[in-house]
Every structure is written in structure tokens, then in C-alpha cells.
């Protein structure tokens, strides 16, 4: 069965062609993210207009690239929510004008949902329930996964998402938008303990909180800026050394990553899971990967992450998951609108 995915939740354009929910013959991703930059965030209008412009063009190149005509096509996904609204409806209103005209069924898939799928693409028996994490610029949520349309949610973000504090202290650094990368990159070469940025579980639940911590770099960055030597010139008034730019990075993403880590192991002691699944953009991070990967040897459980090119929002994991919830019976009608 051939599915064509379709994500306009955010910032990407994307397309792609999955067979039977594994098989990927086409992943087509036209990002918005260069017109955004100098805003240092996604500006709604901005993703909206780039999706209406370009969707069909990255539909035909998604087509093209599985080698398949338009016919042959089984059925149509797309992203139905969390997202920015005008950029939901812009997919939504293409993926059923194409269902409606080519009498296909139509999936609506929830895009935290395809960002966990994401790192279980090549699995061919899933066993549930496995605890599920989505770390993304919008959402930094733990859930219950008791099937791919059952998620139950045990913790979640009180303010910023932890993929929005890269990019907020990526801001304060002056290294530009999207912060995760960069951070990421800096943080292997900076000193972890070099500054001591506190993020705690909240009251011992398996919420999150970042908005503190966020804080805590921009008044660390005001109060020990000014130093001498080849220094960058900030919004903020301060001026900090390269050296000190890679301290700060490693400091709070361990502080950061840490909390994520500690509640992560929470949910899989309280549940008696031994499977962690993760997905969404933050995913990515190589410091993220290695805490986990340490933990999960030495406290004997299994972790999934998906292919670094399926971590950021794609099409391929809305086709993928459309699949299993078409295999459960799973359609939507043509009235569906987006779901925030
Ligand atoms: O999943 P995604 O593409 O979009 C949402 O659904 O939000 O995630 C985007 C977020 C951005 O905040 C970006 O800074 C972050 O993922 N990100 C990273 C890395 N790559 C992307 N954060 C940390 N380390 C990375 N390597
Ligand atoms: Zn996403």
C-alpha cells in the first residue's frame, strides 16, 4: 500500500511516498527556516505563505522521486495538529482536495504521535506499552503508549519546550536560529561543570520547566559578560570570549538534558517499562544520544531513536504511522479541520 505524507504543522514543507508503513521511496523537506532567521523564531505568516507556494511542487517531487504516478497512490496522510494554524489548514485543505478528487482515503495524523513513530520505522513488530518522548522546538512531553493512537501523557512542559530554550539560549549567545545545532556543536568542545545552571523535575512530578533556566543563562551572560580578546558584541549589552560561549553551551545543556534523562527513567520505574522511544528535532542532539545510550546499559533498557534525518519534522513519519492506524481501521472524513 502506497501512502503519501503530508506535514505543513511548522516551518517545513514536506512530502514523501512510504510503502506499507516502512518501505521509504520518497522524503521531500523544503524549509521555510532561511526567511525566519532574522527573526529568531518561526514567524506564522511567513511558514503559512512558503506552504500555499510550494506544496505542490514538493508533492510532484515526492511523486517523481518514488517513481509513481499520482493514480497509484492508496491513500493520503497528513499532519492534523499541534501546530501554527494557517500552516495546519494549508496541508490539511491540499491532502483532502486530493482524497476528495481521487476517491482515496484520507488519515489525519497527530503530529507528536508520527514523531515517535519515527524511531520505529524499521521495526517490524512493535510491542507495546513503551514509554514515548517527544523533545522538540514545540513540546517536551512523556507519554504511556499503549498503541500508535493511544498515548497517554505523564508529563509535560510548563513553559518553554526544550527545543525553544536551545533557541532562546542560543539568542542570548548570539549564535543565530535554530539554536539546537549549534549548541549541540559548541557544547562538545565547552566544559559541562564550568558553570552551574540548576533544572529540576517540578514538585517530583514528571513535568518539565525550562523558562528557569533559560533565565538563569541570560542573567549569567548580563552579570560576567565584558571580557577582553576577540570578543562578539551582544543584544544584550555583554560581550563574552568564544571560550566562554562553549562553557555556557555545555553547562546548560547538561543541566537541561539531565532533567529529561532523570524523568525518562522515572516513567519507565513507575510503569515497569524497559522501552524508551524518542522523537521531534531534539532528538538529534549527540549529547542527548550518549547520556541515554549510557543509561539504558547500565540500567538494562531499550532505547530508540530515529535516523538523524527523520528526527526534524519530515513527511515520511506522518505516511509511516498513517499505515498502522489505516491497518486498525483508522479514517478521517472530509470535514476533518486542524487540531491544535
Ligand atoms: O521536531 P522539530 O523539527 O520541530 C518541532 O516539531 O518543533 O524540532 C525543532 C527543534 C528546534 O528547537 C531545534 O533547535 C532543535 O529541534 N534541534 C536540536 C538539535 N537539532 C535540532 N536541539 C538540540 N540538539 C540538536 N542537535
Ligand atoms: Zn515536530
Same mark, same amino acid.
Not at 482524497?99 to 524499521?122: C, E, G, N, T, W
Given at each position: 500500500m502506497f501512502i503519501l505524507g503530508i506535514e505543513t504543522s511548522c516551518d517545513e514543507t514536506a512530502a514523501s511516498v512510504v510503502k506499507n508503513g516502512r518501505l521509504v521511496l520518497s522524503n521531500v523537506v523544503s524549509s521555510s527556516l532561511r526567511y525566519h532567521r532574522r527573526f529568531g523564531g518561526v514567524i506564522p505568516e511567513i511558514a503559512t505563505r512558503h506552504h500555499v507556494e510550494n506544496i505542490d511542487r514538493v508533492i510532484f517531487r515526492s511523486l517523481h522521486e518514488a517513481g509513481l504516478q499520482i493514480e497509484d497512490i492508496d491513500a493520503i496522510a497528513v499532519t492534523q495538529g499541534p501546530g501554527l494554524v494557517g500552516a495546519l489548514l494549508s496541508g490539511i485543505s @491540499? +491532502?483532502?482536495?486530493?482524497?476528495? %478528487?481521487?476517491?482515496? $482515503? =484520507?488519515?489525519?495524523?497527530?503530529? /507528536?504521535?508520527?514523531?515517535? *513513530? %519515527?524511531? /520505529?520505522?524499521?521495526?517490524?513488530?512493535?510491542?507495546?506499552?513503551f514509554i514515548g518522548l517527544v523533545i522538540s522546538g514545540g513540546h517536551t512531553r512523556l507519554s504511556l503508549v499503549e498503541d500508535f493512537d493511544v498515548f497517554k501523557v505523564l508529563g509535560?512542559?510548563?513553559?518553554? +519546550?526544550?527545543?525553544?530554550?536551545?533557541?532562546?539560549?542560543?539568542?542570548? =549567545?548570539?549564535?543565530?536560529?535554530?539554536?539546537?545545532?549549534?549548541i549541540d556543536r559548541l557544547a562538545k568542545k565547552g566544559n559541562p561543570h564550568a558553570v552551574r545552571f540548576i533544572c529540576r523535575p517540578i514538585n517530583g512530578s514528571l513535568d518539565f520547566s525550562f523558562s528557569g533556566i533559560k533565565t538563569a543563562v541570560l542573567y549569567y551572560v548580563k552579570d560576567n559578560g565584558s571580557r577582553p580578546v576577540r570578543n562578539r558584541r551582544f543584544s544584550y549589552g555583554a560581550r563574552i570570549t568564544d571560550h566562554e560561549t562553549r562553557n555556557i553551551s555545555a553547562s546548560f545543556q547538561e543541566a537541561a538534558l539531565s532533567v529529561i534523562v532523570k524523568n525518562s527513567i522515572k516513567a519507565m520505574e513507575k510503569y515497569k517499562i524497559k522501552t524508551l522511544v524518542i522523537g521531534g528535532g531534539v532528538s538529534a542532539n549527540s549529547r542527548f544520544r550518549e547520556m541515554i545510550t549510557r543509561e539504558s546499559m547500565f540500567r538494562g533498557?531499550? +532505547? *530508540?531513536?530515529? $535516523?538523524?534525518?527523520? @528526527? %526534524?519534522d519530515n513527511a515520511v513519519?506522518?505516511?509511516?504511522?498513517?499505515?498502522?492506524?489505516?491497518?486498525?481501521?483508522?479514517? %478521517?472524513? =472530509?470535514?476533518i479541520t486542524a487540531a491544535l
Open positions: @491540499c +491532502a483532502k482536495a486530493m482524497a476528495y %478528487s481521487l476517491d482515496i $482515503p =484520507l488519515i489525519a495524523v497527530d503530529h /507528536l504521535k508520527a514523531h515517535v *513513530y %519515527s524511531a /520505529l520505522m524499521q521495526e517490524r513488530r512493535v510491542r507495546f506499552p509535560d512542559t510548563l513553559d518553554d +519546550a526544550i527545543g525553544e530554550a536551545y533557541d532562546k539560549v542560543a539568542k542570548i =549567545l548570539g549564535l543565530g536560529y535554530p539554536g539546537g545545532p549549534v533498557f531499550k +532505547a *530508540y531513536f530515529p $535516523p538523524i534525518d527523520l @528526527c %526534524s513519519m506522518v505516511a509511516g504511522v498513517a499505515y498502522r492506524l489505516y491497518k486498525k481501521g483508522i479514517e %478521517s472524513g =472530509l470535514d
